[in-house]
T-cell receptor, first 114, second 114 residues
Framework: ETGVTQSPTHLIKTRGQQVTLRCSSQSGHNTVSWYQQALGQGPQFIFQYYREEENGRGNFPPRFSGLQFPNYSSELNVNALELDDSALYLC?????????????FGPGTRLTVT | AQSVAQPEDQVNVAEGNPLTVKCTYSVSGNPYLFWYVQYPNRGLQFLLKYITGDNLVKGSYGFEAEFNKSQTSFHLKKPSALVSDSALYFCAVRENTGGFKTIFGAGTRLFVKA
């Protein structure tokens, strides 16, 4: 069974640029969520994708967008990067959308915006 | 609105002693509660969850947690701490009304001294 993988591991971008982060979900999982974890804080929910559609979103602006593909892998896109976007971005997958399901997390992508 | 509080930034225990990491929550409906652990440069790993039924739930690596509805708490416990338990622990809550959003606490760093 393959776990959740994310790429790249680290990324440095300049303010105003755009970035794409990638995630492969665990085998058999059809739901993917993305989180932003700032230094010293808990993960903050960005959005969730199920069957290629966004079905839930946290308090993040529209410049945070995503995609889910037929194989359930996912991308997080962030436009017009700001310094405060510097954080660890975590992808998590689960068997479905039920709130009773635990999530399986990838190792994260560390984004630094300068 | 959902919220999770982890009142201790850090918990220090000696190896072999019992440990408790505290968590209180607030939701409008019945909660689904989770504990996750994060090791350095790693994503979050699922430890255990409370959905319904027995208030004492057992999880991975000898950890357990007690759900207390009247005190809205879900403290993580382990009878005998190991040095390898040293990590960052997150409590999380979801509502059982079909909500997709997971709210995480700020985390508690557990330090187990040999």
């Amino acid at each position: 069974e393959t776990g959740v993988t994310q790429s790249p591991t680290h990324l440095i971008k300049t303010r105003g640029q755009q970035v794409t982060l990638r995630c492969s979900s665990q085998s058999g999982h059809n739901t993917v969520s993305w989180y932003q974890q700032a230094l010293g804080q808990g993960p903050q929910f960005i959005f969730q994708y199920y069957r290629e559609e966004e079905n839930g979103r946290g308090n993040f602006p529209p410049r945070f967008s995503g995609l889910q593909f037929p194989n359930y892998s996912s991308e997080l896109n962030v436009n017009a990067l700001e310094l405060d976007d510097s954080a660890l971005y975590l992808c998590a997958s689960s068997y479905g959308t039920s709130p009773s399901y635990e999530q399986y997390f990838g190792p994260g992508t560390r984004l630094t915006v300068t | 609105a959902q919220s999770v509080a982890q009142p201790e930034d850090q918990v220090n225990v000696a190896e072999g002693n019992p440990l408790t990491v505290k968590c209180t929550y607030s939701v409008s409906g019945n909660p689904y509660l989770f504990w996750y652990v994060q090791y350095p440069n790693r994503g979050l790993q699922f430890l255990l969850k409370y959905i319904t039924g027995d208030n004492l739930v057992k999880g991975s690596y000898g950890f357990e947690a007690e759900f207390n509805k009247s005190q809205t708490s879900f403290h993580l416990k382990k009878p005998s701490a190991l040095v390898s338990d040293s990590a960052l622990y997150f409590c999380a809550v979801r509502e059982n009304t079909g909500g997709f959003k997971t709210i995480f606490g700020a985390g508690t760093r557990l330090f187990v001294k040999a």
